[in-house]
């Protein structure tokens, strides 16, 4: 882990470039596969004239199963990373429960965001809350989109293809097929209300304390101002 002092300023490595790279081609995959699996959903209205000249749905499963593969790919990456890379690679797959001081934190940190402190604990990586919301909302909730997912996507692959090898169980395991895709876009939902607390608190994070969030996913380096 490298350390730097500057002239009140501290800079910390943080994100090393696979992380970085994983990071935003995910949002990207993300936000692909949230409208295109919306419209899935609710599709649009019809068109005038013959489906085979527009093909408008086609095209929109087409690149939410592009997104998907992505995704899942991303997220497999992610995990092995997190064995390979540095410490902070580790945090959103490791949760230390168990431990006083990390709920000491977790409640600290809490009282920030609902503004009764003035000023974060110094966190170099993810902070508890940060960890807690990553680990049992994005994690988890990737991996049961993904289950899901191809699950549902194992029905137009058909019987013995690998979707179906692997996935297949899981409509059973629900219910029925319905049951998959309730579940799949009730998860549409949860990560979509997520994304949209995580782009917040970055960006408030960046404007309220003495430490960057945004440019340190781009650079890999956390700035720490000194207190003046």
């Given amino acids: 882990m490298s350390h730097e002092n500057l002239t009140g300023v501290e800079k910390v490595y943080v994100y090393e470039a696979p992380v970085r790279l994983w990071h935003w081609i995910n949002m990207l995959a993300i936000l692909v596969l949230a409208v295109t699996g919306y419209f899935i959903g609710n599709p649009l209205p019809t068109l005038s004239g013959e489906a085979s000249d527009h093909y408008v749905m086609g095209t929109i499963r087409f690149l939410h199963f592009s997104a998907a593969y992505i995704f899942a790919v991303g997220f497999l990456g992610r995990i092995y990373w997190a064995f390979v890379g540095n410490s902070h ?40 809350m940060a960890q807690f919301a990553m680990f049992f909302i994005f994690v988890l909730g ?87």
């Avoid at 993904?146 to 692997?166: H, K, P, R, V």
């Avoid at 939902?189 to 304390?209: G, K, L, N, Q």
């Avoid at 650079?219 to 003046?228: C, H, I, L, N």
């Fill in 142 to 228: 990737s991996i049961m989109m993904i289950f899901t997912g191809f699950a549902l996507y194992s029905e137009g692959s058909g019987l013995g293809s690998w979707q179906d090898t692997l996935f297949g169980w899981v409509i059973p395991l629900f219910g029925q097929s319905q049951d998959v895709h309730s579940w799949h876009r009730l998860g549409l939902w949860i990560i979509t209300v997520f994304v949209i607390a995580h782009v917040y608190v970055a960006i408030r994070e960046d404007i309220m304390s003495r430490q960057s969030m945004v440019s340190t996913m781009i650079s890999g380096w956390r700035f720490f101002k000194d207190k003046r």
């Fill in 89 to 128: 690679s580790r945090e959103l797959f490791y949760i230390p429960i168990w431990r006083a001081s990390w709920w000491a934190g977790f409640i600290d940190e809490l009282k920030w965001y609902v503004f009764l402190k003035k000023e974060p604990t110094k966190h170099e990586g993810h902070n508890p």
